[in-house]
T-cell receptor, first 112, second 112 residues
């Protein structure tokens, strides 16, 4: 089955810096790669996703890149703000977008 | 719309007891799923459903049962609770047109 590895597990940056979180997946058939943000004590919420027919997608300060050959995808956050502090999860589909396999999460801390 | 509603929010069980976590959505989404979240392990899929009357197993189905008699409801049953089932449980629904998971607020279960 699909296996998703996520790095780093924790990431500390200064406000205004960029943050990059990387994930690798094992199943070359996976074709959907979302990123979820979970604030402390809250439910996860989708922040951006990408499908396998696209190499990059941007939404304001957030971007995701996908390298299907290498089977890895990354989340890029520019101009980080304290409210970006949260746990971020990557995921990959294993045969339908309702069957996601999640990475283990990255705790991002943005210091003012 | 209330979105995805889970009950109870907190529950303490003794080993061997059974219980049902309730999940309801009012968005007319086809797909529903249950995940458990454990520290350092991300979110893991327990069971999912692609429509009323249709359910299937995810990554970690042992010890759990589900049914989907209506589009709105997707209860998760713990047959004989074990300490290893101590976790935070999230129900999610997904429309058929996109891959976005809409999560409930979560249910924190402790098994003593």
């Amino acid at each position: 089955g699909e296996n998703v590895e996520q790095h780093p597990s924790t990431l500390s940056v200064q406000e205004g810096d960029s943050a990059v979180i990387k994930c690798t997946y094992s199943d070359s058939a996976s074709n959907y790669f979302p990123w979820y943000k979970q604030e402390l004590g809250k439910r996860p919420q989708l922040i951006i996703d990408i499908r396998s027919n696209v190499g990059e997608k941007k939404d304001q300060r957030i971007a995701v890149t996908l390298n299907k050959t290498a089977k890895h995808f990354s989340l890029h956050i520019t101009e980080t703000q304290p409210e970006d502090s949260a746990v971020y999860f990557c995921a990959a589909s294993m045969g339908g977008f309702q069957k996601l396999v999640f990475g283990t999460g990255t705790r991002l801390l943005v210091s003012p | 719309n209330a979105g995805v509603t889970q009950t109870p929010k907190f529950q303490v069980l003794k080993t061997g007891q059974s219980m049902t976590l309730q999940c309801a959505q009012d968005m007319n989404h086809e797909y529903m799923s249950w995940y458990r979240q454990d520290p350092g392990m991300g979110l893991r899929l327990i069971h999912y459903s692609v429509g009323a009357g249709i359910t299937d197993q995810g990554e970690v189905p042992n010890g759990y049962n589900v049914s989907r008699s209506t589009t709105e409801d997707f209860p998760l049953r713990l047959l004989s609770a074990a300490p290893s089932q101590t976790s935070v449980y999230f129900c999610a629904s997904t429309p058929g047109s996109t891959g976005e998971l809409f999560f409930g607020e979560g249910s924190r279960l402790t098994v003593l």
